[in-house]
């Protein structure tokens, strides 16, 4: 196909295509892109005689991409991505008149113990933009950045797609939330024998803390799982229980509270907090204004007696 040939491709039906091969859905597609599900159908009719291929096969209540067209995806997301970048960069950005919406994906700990200070600083220089926060962990960040979603999340990550890009923020570090008045610091005996809560987003009752306790001969008794950092502030009070939380959500819980909080009594294998973005808005004025933001409010504060970086 040649320059001219490209005349009779609707840019718009390329962004159909790769909505629904993420969502393989057609009435999570319609939604996603706001159309109705009529029209996504038609449009999936003009991509079949489009690329002459089925592209998508019926296989129960989802479609299943054929060969041909995951090769095609792979082909065309970059250009997509170059399409959407020039674009974006061909606007001006100004926070004060921008009306956009941000899509930011957030774990819960992140959102609870690193946001507030950015969003507050986001709604005095951009007052007129939406904030949209999604929950992310590492299981979601990847689906949830290639359908656009998110445009970036911030979270414990894995692996993500080809197009996306990462950048360290800080460093894992737990903190042992306690409410008791009992003087001194907890010891590794005092740390096994107590009963535990634990934040879980699926509801599993065991966690990395467990694979570390493991490595020095020793273990935990979860006896409560809950979804949310907010509700430790009030579930702890006065009661036994500890919670192993990451330092940051550790100083929001405790502050105003009578929590406190411990350094823990054992080797906690550290991991790594992250942004993660689309190659695609790499170049957008306003999405590197909100990347700057995250960086600032979210990445590990200075050693004391060391420059920040």
């Given amino acids: 196909m040649n ?18 091969m993420y969502e393989k859905n057609l009435t999570r597609a319609s939604e996603k892109l706001f159309l109705g599900q009529p029209a996504v159908s038609a449009a999936l009719a003009r991509l079949r005689d489009l690329f002459d291929d089925p592209l998508l096969v019926r296989n129960g209540r989802v479609f299943e991409p054929t ?24 606007k001006d950005f100004t926070p004060a008149t921008y009306r956009n919406t941000f899509r930011i994906g957030l774990s819960d700990d992140v ?14 220089e951009a007052p007129e933009a939406i904030v949209v926060v999604r929950r992310v962990n590492f299981l979601l960040m990847s689906s949830m950045l290639a ?75 979860v006896v409560l799982a809950v979804p949310q950092f907010g509700s430790l502030r009030s579930i702890l009070a006065g009661t036994e229980l500890l919670a192993t939380v990451p330092d940051y959500a550790a100083d929001a819980l405790i502050d105003g509270s009578g929590l406190r909080a411990d350094d823990p009594p054992f080797p906690i294998y550290t ?8 190659s695609g808005t790499d170049n957008d004025p306003a999405e590197r204004w909100l990347r700057e933001l995250i960086m600032k409010h979210m990445s590990a504060p200075p050693m004391p007696n060391q420059p920040a970086a």
């Avoid at 911030?154 to 800080?170: C, D, G, H, I, Q």
């Fill in 3 to 20: 320059r001219n040939d490209l005349r009779r491709v609707d840019l718009n039906l390329l962004v159909v295509f790769e909505t629904l």
């Fill in 67 to 90: 060969k041909r067209a995951l090769e095609i995806l792979e082909e065309l997301q970059p250009a997509l991505d170059s399409i959407s970048g020039a674009v974006s960069r061909a």
């Fill in 111 to 124: 959102e609870f113990g690193l946001f507030p200070p950015l969003l507050a600083q986001l709604r005095e």
């Fill in 147 to 221: 359908s656009g979603e998110i445009s970036v999340g911030v979270s414990f990550t894995t692996e993500l797609p080809a197009n996306a890009k990462r950048k360290r923020l800080r460093n894992l570090r737990c903190k042992i939330l306690r409410g008791d008045d009992r003087p001194g610091a907890l010891t590794l005996d005092d740390y096994c024998s107590r009963p535990h809560a634990l934040i879980s987003f699926s509801g599993d009752l065991s966690g990395n803390i467990d694979n570390d306790l493991a490595r020095v001969g020793r273990s935990r008794r």
């Fill in 271 to 278: 991991s790594e907090l992250s942004m993660v973005w689309s």
